[in-house]
């Protein structure tokens, strides 16, 4: 009986990724999205390089990392225009920000808004889709945001290590906390990085055997300098050597996305000791104790990058406990409703 069974939840989960493919592929940016956005980025990059010479317009976030939605955010970071010594010469992001934006406004049809006085200053514009342009395109420029640059790095080498898998099952997240408004940290629920990095933890660090290996803890190749390895004080080492881990790195697990996706509920909803762990991707075993001092969070997820600092500082109590019920609903939905699959999927995405 207990074979049948397992035949029978086998047979389900591969139906669910079937179905979450399917679900997934009309809502994935297509090529033309793609080329726009990119001549948005160099057109941006040319005005930048009238208030900055030399600046660099770089994009990070869903655009560069692997786990872009249709219609998703640009985030964008202005890497301003070097000395002649190769040392970026002392700048005021809040001064930056008034005149890009001014820039913008007058060279450009974007609706312009410098957000100069911000915690971190940025230039947010926007322009609705046009019958030529039939993109809305919605952007964030920041400047100097070079650990940004390298979370998404970290990220994008993540989802080329497994690409089937993560990104599926990431894409899957990210649309399901928009539609269930999850996906909302000003008001107290978690951005799409912070359930990127959930999905990591999960993969690396909960499963066994692992899906993904700690890119964090391979020792790189050769022997790096400082400069290297450190980036204002951050330690931002992770194996970037892609090629060579799609060739060496050969997971034994071989549970599907569906199974991955019902067991991710299943964990983040009962097994998950929310009041005394935090999640630390760069760490041997993925977990850490809250102390009374840095941790004291409701959700603790620590940046892969900046030590101390918690992703996930935004989580109210109100937001966990909603986060968690539909942590606890979706496992609910993904086990019971076996006999229609597609239809448990747009219910659980209502
Ligand atoms: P979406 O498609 O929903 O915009 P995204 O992949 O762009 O998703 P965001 O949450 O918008 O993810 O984050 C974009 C980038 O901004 C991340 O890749 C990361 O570099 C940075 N970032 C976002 N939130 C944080 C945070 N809380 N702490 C540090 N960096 C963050
Ligand atoms: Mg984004």
């Known amino acids: 009986a207990a074979a049948t069974q397992n035949l029978s939840y086998e047979r389900h989960t591969a139906e669910l990724t079937n179905c979450i493919i399917a679900f997934l592929s009309p809502i994935l940016p297509t090529e033309e999205e793609y080329r726009i956005k990119e001549a948005t980025r160099r057109q941006l990059e040319r005005l930048a390089g009238k208030v900055s010479p030399g600046a660099k317009l770089?994009?990070?976030?869903?655009?560069?990392?692997?786990?872009?939605?249709?219609?998703?955010?640009?985030?964008?970071?202005?890497?301003?225009?070097?000395?002649?010594d190769g040392s970026t010469p002392p700048f005021s992001a809040s001064a930056l920000v008034e005149e890009l934006g001014q820039l913008i406004r007058e060279e450009t049809?974007?609706?312009?808004?410098?957000?100069?006085?911000?915690?971190?200053?940025?230039?947010?514009?926007?322009?609705?889709?046009?019958?030529?342009?039939?993109?809305?395109?919605?952007?964030?420029?920041?400047?100097?945001?070079?650990?940004?640059?390298e979370n998404t790095r970290l990220l994008l080498s993540y989802a080329m290590v497994d690409p089937p898998r993560l990104r599926t099952l990431v894409l899957f997240l990210k649309v399901w906390t928009k539609r269930r408004k999850l996906n909302s940290p000003y008001t107290g629920t978690l951005s799409s990085y912070?359930?990127?990095l959930l999905a990591l933890f999960f993969l690396t660090h909960v499963k066994r055997p692992a899906v993904l290996p700690n890119l964090q803890r391979i020792p790189p190749a050769r022997?790096?300098?400082?400069?290297e390895v450190l980036l204002n004080g951050h330690n931002i080492y992770f194996y970037d050597d892609v090629a060579t881990l799609r060739q060496e790195w050969a997971s034994q697990n071989t549970e599907n996305v569906g199974e991955l996706l019902i067991d991710f509920f299943r964990y983040f909803s009962k097994e998950f000791t929310y009041s005394r762990d935090v999640i630390s991707l760069r760490t041997?075993?993925?977990?850490?104790?809250?102390?009374?001092?840095?941790?004291?969070a409701e959700l603790c997820i620590e940046d892969p990058f900046q030590l101390g600092y918690n992703v996930?500082?935004?989580?109210?109590?109100?937001?966990l406990y909603t986060i968690r019920g539909e942590f606890m609903r979706a496992a609910r939905i993904l086990t019971s409703k076996a006999d229609h699959v597609a239809r448990a999927l747009a219910e659980l995405c209502e």
Request: glycine share 8%.
């Open 194 to 196: 912070g359930y990127t």
């Open 223 to 227: 022997t790096l300098s400082q400069e």
């Open 312 to 319: 996930s500082r935004t989580v109210t109590k109100d937001g």
């Open 284 to 296: 041997e075993g993925g977990l850490m104790s809250k102390d009374n001092e840095t941790w004291t």
């Open 109 to 149: 049809d974007f609706n312009v808004m410098p957000l100069p006085k911000a915690r971190i200053p940025i230039i947010k514009i926007s322009r609705p889709p046009t019958a030529e342009l039939p993109y809305e395109i919605s952007c964030d420029i920041g400047f100097e945001n070079r650990l940004a640059l």
């Open 58 to 84: 770089l994009a990070f976030g869903s655009m560069a990392n692997g786990f872009a939605l249709r219609n998703s955010d640009m985030d964008l970071c202005c890497l301003i225009g070097k000395a002649a």
